[in-house]
């Protein structure tokens, strides 16, 4: 295996260097990448396999035969090859692109929403008395948020976006545990391992994930897609927390609907309460 793929070489350039010795499973990985280079960068490993017919533990070898981390390690490469697509052009100001794209993730988002799927999520924690957020890095901000918001409404649930502290908390579940795993990707080790634990304990989960085809979404009993085209070299942008906020905020406001006397009870209570914090 190489130690050192890059020194200053590019990714396609490393792939060049090695197709010869490639298996006939390595070249179908390496054929889709070259007829599908821009694309790749937003697939999840799922989807890469299943687009190039090849197993998701061979596509991991690949990358790593290559000297790569992973496939997000390979995606991040290419990205700062290629140059980011996402780059506003001179004639565009940049105020006027972000704005195109939060408000483009918010109407995709909107599109796919799978409204009996909603529903039937918002009963499940509507009806749980043990709800659990699990998340890390920028996607424990959005976390945050929901624990914040589904507290407001007089649910006891609990963010967790430690990943050591994920684990803990998995290994003490049982069947009437309700998971929310949100992940971007739905790639992320950590997630998928702290799932991976929860699952085996008998809770159900939830996955908030831009990607129906992830190692996440294998693990989980209920998916909520989101959509916001990132690019790797934009990992964690305000653009993709934007589209999660969103489905929270559909979330949040149906279980509101859905107990609305309690909950407009319980905003009143903290407001009382909350008060003497401000001057």
Do not use: W
Not at 15 to 42: A, C
């Amino acid at each position: 295996m190489m130690q050192h793929p890059f020194n200053g070489m590019k990714p396609s350039i490393v792939m060049e260097q090695h197709k010869h010795y490639f298996t006939k499973s390595e070249k179908k990985i390496h054929d889709y990448i070259e007829s599908h280079r821009e694309q790749v960068l937003y697939h999840s490993l799922t989807e890469l396999s299943e687009a190039s017919g090849v197993a998701e533990a061979t596509v991991l070898r690949f990358f790593r035969k290559l000297g790569f981390k992973g496939f997000q390690d390979f995606k991040f490469q290419t990205a700062q090859e290629m140059g980011d697509p996402d780059e506003p052009s001179d004639d565009e100001a940049y105020t006027e692109k972000i704005k195109k794209n939060m408000v483009q993730a918010i109407e995709n988002s909107h599109d796919i929403i799978d409204m009996a799927s909603l529903n039937h999520c918002i009963d499940l924690i509507d009806q749980s008395d043990d709800v659990v957020l699990f998340a890390v890095g920028s996607s424990g901000i959005a976390a945050s948020d929901m624990q914040n918001r589904l507290m407001r409404i007089g649910k006891h649930v609990h963010a967790v976006i430690d990943p050591h502290f994920q684990v803990m908390r998995a290994s003490s579940m049982d069947e009437h545990t309700l998971v929310i795993a949100i992940s971007l990707t739905g790639s992320t080790k950590d997630i998928i391992d702290s799932v991976d634990i929860a699952k085996s304990r008998g809770a159900t989960v939830i996955a908030i994930t831009n990607y129906i085809k992830s190692p996440l979404t294998q693990y989980a009993d209920h998916v909520l897609l989101s959509s916001a085209k990132e690019s790797p070299l934009d990992s964690g942008s305000l653009v993709a927390k934007v589209s999660q906020l969103f489905i929270i905020d559909l979330v949040c406001t149906g279980l509101t609907i859905k107990n609305y006397d309690q909950a407009e009870q319980i905003k009143r209570g903290i407001s009382k309460n909350t008060t003497g914090k401000l001057y």
